[in-house]
């Protein structure tokens, strides 16, 4: 139990450089007269700026496999042409979500930030159990996004060379990359996921922007497709060229569209490598959240409006890739480009999986710095790079783990569409983004309590409070559509074991982080008192 205690309380010690300092805040929010413990293990300040932490954060979301990934399953098995008005409906939750996150962010940083913003709002108690959510939906997003790189390079390789290479291998390869990108200077990762990010985004908007100024498809720019009501209606039951397509599901439309952001609030994740991490990290978080929301719905409709209603539809339940590649290369000038956007999806899910990495293994150095047994292994930084190498190394190891579990472990877990992309990308997105969900609904009612029930500092009605609950709302009803149509979102895994104890393993998560500061109350009342009371002195509790 030690480690995972050391997950649950891996902000109560905020990261910080040489030449900075650790304050701890009691409970009652005042400070206490403690002399400054300077850190010696620590990550290089001042890598990264503004736009590096976008980089990053926006890589988390990955545009592009999020529109070629999520998209088809909401328009082909959730809301129908009503997908883009989903990721709409996101854009507005998250903002809203995000407006009390920065409220929050404007007295506190913190390492951890949901952590750190739910222990200071609401105590120690649901610090952690959230602090126990977060780790492990980060550490298994990387797995994810390992399972849809195999899938994707396997497809493009069959495209262009017509070679079949088992999907074990391409995930291993992908491991070990993103390992190495992990263990050396992050200005390499963000570098590379820079450039990637531009490409991806470039070619997405070239292809909108096309199909914008050719007035659509067969069905014009089909309008309805951005009403916010569409969002929330079921795909009909309907017969298309032949084509038999079962009804869908409105929340896995919904879902699917709040799972295409997941990672964008890893933007507190780099605090300690940013450069002024206090204006870096609010304003990375508010960009990236209306950019993204932007651009998904804008890209979402235009595919829609460029194949027409029913092929779109149609296509989304037979070939989700050629949904976006056939008309890449109808829209943007033939086979080249639909060779081009493989390559990029292929080139993007792998920058997601880095992304997700570097987010993972920051989560990891931060529990080796709290565990006494651990914290000159995991805990260490490298002696040049001042990277989480052991952290990151480790991470690497839990996602072959996650890998070899679902090609051994999967009927037919060698096929690449079975097992990399049903099995290992849909249920472990499914487990973390519920386990992020619900960090974040808790992370709103935080702010909340924090600004106007104990009042520590004066909030503003609108911005501290209607809006936050709102968000907050949105979130639950989003966990809630989930649990009540896991069956759905499940598809062709649904029913598996995995699939079964996803509940049960939030459940668990939350569970372990409960007992452990329980035990913390009981038997280590100082250790407890200062569990996510831990701040950066030039950013302290700021009125």
């Known amino acids: 139990m030690g480690p995972l205690l050391g997950a649950l309380r891996f902000a109560a010690v905020c990261p910080w450089g040489p030449d900075r300092t650790e304050y701890h805040v009691s409970s009652s929010e005042k ?76 007295h506190i940083t913190t390492a951890g930030a949901f952590y750190g913003f739910i222990t200071h709002g609401l105590g120690q108690v649901w610090g952690m159990v959230s ?5 492990m939906a980060y550490v298994v997003f990387e797995g ?9 390079t396997n497809n493009a390789l069959n495209n262009w060379f017509s070679i079949d290479v088992n999907w074990l291998l391409i995930a291993i390869v992908g491991i070990a990359v993103i390992g190495l990108f992990g263990y050396y200077d992050i200005n390499i990762a963000a570098a590379f996921l ?16 096309s199909v914008l100024f050719s007035g659509g498809g067969p069905d014009g720019l089909v309008p309805e497709a951005i009403n916010p009501v569409n969002a929330f209606k079921s795909l009909d039951a309907t017969t298309i060229g032949g084509t038999q397509i079962a009804a869908g599901s ?83 000038g033939g086979a080249f480009i639909g060779d081009i956007y493989l390559f990029l999806i292929v080139v993007g899910s792998f920058a ?120 907050g709302l949105g979130m639950v009803y989003v966990v809630w559509l989930l649990i009540d149509n896991i069956k759905f979102a499940g598809g062709l895994a649904a029913g598996s074991t995995f699939f079964d104890l996803i509940p049960w393993l939030v459940v668990l998560t939350a569970v372990v982080g409960l007992l452990g500061v329980l035990y913390l109350r009981a038997r280590k009342p100082e250790v407890y008192n200062a569990i996510g009371r831990t701040v950066f002195e030039e950013s302290h509790t700021r009125s």
């Not at 820079?194 to 922007?209: D, H, I, K, P, Q």
């Open 250 to 332: 409105a929340a896995i439309g919904v879902f699917f569209a709040f799972w295409s952001w997941v990672g964008f609030e890893t933007t507190a994740v780099y605090g300690e490598e940013s450069r002024n991490p206090r204006h870096i990290v609010p304003r990375a978080t508010l960009i990236a959240v209306i950019g993204l929301g932007t651009f998904y719905t804008f890209v979402s409709w235009m595919m829609i409006a460029g194949n027409g209603k029913d092929v779109a539809i149609s296509k989304s339940n037979t070939d989700s890739i050629g949904l976006w590649v056939d008309l890449a290369e109808k829209k943007l």
């Open 352 to 471: 997601c999986g880095l992304a997700f990495h570097t987010a993972a293994s920051r989560y990891l150095y931060a529990i080796g710095r709290e565990v006494p047994l651990t914290k000159n292994s995991l805990g260490r930084t490298h002696g040049v790079h001042h990277t989480p190498h052991v952290a990151s190394v480790v991470q690497s190891i839990i996602t072959l783990a996650f890998t070899l579990g679902f090609y051994v472990l999967t009927t037919n877990g060698d096929d690449p569409f079975t097992g990399a992309y049903i099995f290992q990308y849909g249920l472990l997105a499914i487990l973390g983004t519920m386990a992020i969900l619900i960090v974040q609904a808790i992370t709103c009612l935080a702010v909340i309590w924090y600004f106007h029930v104990k009042k520590v500092q004066p909030g503003n009605m609108l911005t501290t409070g209607l809006i936050p609950a709102l968000g």
């Open 144 to 152: 994810s996004l390992i399972g849809i790189f195999a899938y994707f």
């Open 194 to 209: 820079g450039v990637t990010l531009v490409c991806e985004v470039v070619l997405l908007l070239a292809l909108a922007f």
């Open 131 to 135: 602090g126990a959510l977060a780790t």
């Open 31 to 106: 400070e206490l007269d403690l002399a400054p413990v300077p850190h010696s293990n620590a990550l290089k300040p001042g890598a990264i700026g503004l736009g590096g932490v976008l980089f990053i954060a926006v890589a988390n979301a990955a545009p592009i496999t999020a529109m070629t990934g999520n998209t088809p399953i909401a328009l082909g098995y959730g809301n129908g042409i009503g997908a883009p008005a989903g990721f709409l409906v996101a854009t507005i939750v998250l903002t809203l979500f995000t407006v009390g996150f920065i409220a929050m962010a404007r």
